[in-house]
């Protein structure tokens, strides 16, 4: 779980901007104990208007994680994730996360431009006090990075040698278990990564599986075969369970042969040519009988509700953190509300970050109470940057409704509007 982020300078936001998950006690189901005396928030949702900088927390939450486990074999390959803010395109980017991983809190530092990572700083507390994992900085082009190790780590010389030559300057020097064979001494290396790996999601999971991937992948475990069939039978559907099937596939008789002659791998030419495609198809019910309906005939609402049962899985049965934007689009709200409880009440140490319009859950008593859940996004009218307010800060009576005050126009992260009435005269 995370237990505070803050980012500068990168996409919409220019200056430090911060998210704390801390809370002051168990004070509802909304939060858990991720360590002794330590409450977390499960849940934090950013509301603010369409090009507030929402969705722009998610990316930099997903992108510190990234350049903390990702590897580079190519020193010249430059850091895909350095975006940033264009009026302050020349500086570097800072960010900041404080996260646990199997029960250890980890506290991740990093300032990085385009090119190198200049200063990154790993701090853990294997026995509830600070210690150094790691520390580096960057000293010149082709030229090793400088790396300092904790003590409590008690790596041998030569790992720490082999660590400090396989640490390229635009990587972390985490990630190098990724690319590199150690010695046994580098466990806490490799069990930290593997953490991260398993259990941290890029933003909306795994987008390059599809549905049918997903619901095949959930069919051969028998256990989340049973959690898909009993969420889409509670969902109102009228599904009753789902069947991995094959069909036929039609290829015309020109692409066939187009195919044929072009000059690739005949593996591929016969997943191009393939006469049968995998599917699926659900079993839906009425009172006049039960009938069969493919994937491609259900609702768009159906497919994104399906999708995001992936991640309400992981989240309720291990620990795991994912971050899924505009989360509620094409879901009824009241299907949005009973997603976010189901994971409310059934998870333990997992958290889910979302963006959302839905701007009806602030009128939920448990969300209404428990602030600390909320941001609010918008822009800065000087800078155009983004800025994030938690719902706790405005100082809100507890008897006012945050939806009412949102609603009103009390705590900003609305659109200003312009008139109705269009001229297209000069």
């Given at each position: 779980m995370?237990?505070?982020?803050?980012?500068?300078?990168?996409?919409?936001?220019?200056?430090?901007?911060?998210?704390?998950?801390?809370?002051?006690?168990?004070?509802?189901?909304?939060?858990?104990?991720?360590?002794?005396?330590?409450?977390?928030?499960k849940l934090g949702i950013l509301y603010g208007s369409n090009a507030s900088g929402k969705s722009n927390m998610l990316i930099a939450m997903n992108e510190v994680f990234r350049l903390l486990v990702m590897a580079k074999s190519d020193a010249t390959v430059g850091i895909g994730g350095c975006i940033p803010f264009v009026l302050t395109k020349d500086e570097p980017t800072e960010m900041h996360v404080s996260f646990y991983a199997d029960g250890i809190r980890y506290d991740?530092?990093?300032?990085?431009?385009?090119?190198?990572?200049?200063?990154?700083?790993?701090?853990?507390?294997?026995?509830?006090?600070?210690?150094?994992?790691?520390?580096?900085?960057?000293?010149?082009?082709?030229?090793?990075?400088?790396?300092?190790?904790?003590?409590?780590l008690k790596l041998q010389v030569k790992t720490q040698e082999?660590?400090?030559?396989?640490?390229?300057?635009?990587?972390?020097?985490?990630?190098?278990?990724?690319?590199?064979?150690?010695?046994?001494?580098?466990?806490?290396?490799?069990?930290?990564?593997?953490?991260?790996?398993?259990?941290?999601?890029?933003?909306?999971?795994d987008v390059k599986k599809g549905l049918v991937e997903i619901l095949k992948d959930a069919y051969?475990?028998?256990?989340?075969?049973?959690?898909?069939?009993?969420?889409?039978?509670?969902?109102?559907?009228?599904?009753?369970?789902?069947?991995?099937?094959?069909e036929d596939r039609f290829v015309p008789n020109d692409f066939r042969e187009r195919i044929q002659k072009e000059n690739i791998p005949e593996e591929m030419k016969d997943v191009l040519l393939k006469p049968t495609t995998d599917s699926i198809t659900f079993l839906n019910h009425s009172d006049n009988g039960d009938f069969d309906i493919p994937l491609r005939w259900q609702s768009k609402g159906t497919q994104k509700y399906?999708?995001?049962?992936?991640?309400?899985?992981?989240?309720?049965t291990?620990?795991?953190?994912?971050?899924?934007?505009?989360?509620?689009?094409?879901?009824?709200?009241?299907?949005?509300?009973?997603?976010?409880?189901?994971?409310?009440?059934?998870?333990?140490?997992?958290?889910?970050?979302?963006?959302?319009?839905?701007?009806?859950?602030?009128?939920?008593?448990?969300?209404?109470?428990?602030?600390?859940?909320?941001?609010?996004?918008?822009?800065?009218?000087e800078t155009a940057s983004s800025e994030y307010a938690r719902g706790d800060s405005f100082g809100l009576h507890k008897n006012l409704s945050l939806y009412n005050s949102y609603r009103i126009g009390r705590l900003g992260a609305k659109p200003e509007l312009g008139s109705i009435f269009i001229n297209l005269e000069d």
């Open positions: 995370i237990r505070d982020f803050w980012v500068k300078n990168y996409l919409s936001i220019r200056d430090k901007q911060e998210l704390s998950f801390v809370a002051k006690g168990p004070s509802s189901e909304l939060v858990t104990e991720v360590a002794d005396g330590v409450f977390l928030y991740y530092d990093v300032k990085f431009n385009g090119k190198h990572i200049l200063n990154e700083a790993l701090y853990y507390y294997p026995n509830k006090s600070k210690s150094l994992f790691y520390e580096r900085s960057f000293v010149g082009e082709n030229v090793q990075t400088d790396i300092k190790f904790g003590a409590s082999s660590i400090r030559e396989n640490t390229l300057n635009n990587h972390s020097v985490l990630s190098v278990c990724r690319k590199a064979a150690l010695k046994e001494d580098i466990a806490p290396f490799n069990t930290l990564h593997a953490w991260i790996m398993s259990n941290y999601h890029d933003v909306d999971g051969s475990n028998p256990k989340k075969r049973k959690f898909y069939n009993t969420m889409l039978q509670k969902a109102d559907l009228n599904i009753l369970e789902y069947l991995p099937v094959v399906i999708r995001i049962l992936d991640a309400l899985y992981d989240l309720i291990s620990p795991h953190v994912y971050y899924l934007d505009e989360l509620g689009e094409d879901l009824h709200n009241d299907l949005l509300y009973y997603y976010l409880n189901v994971f409310i009440f059934n998870s333990d140490k997992s958290q889910l970050v979302i963006t959302s319009q839905e701007t009806t859950l602030l009128s939920q008593d448990m969300i209404n109470e428990n602030r600390g859940v909320v941001w609010f996004v918008e822009k800065n009218k």
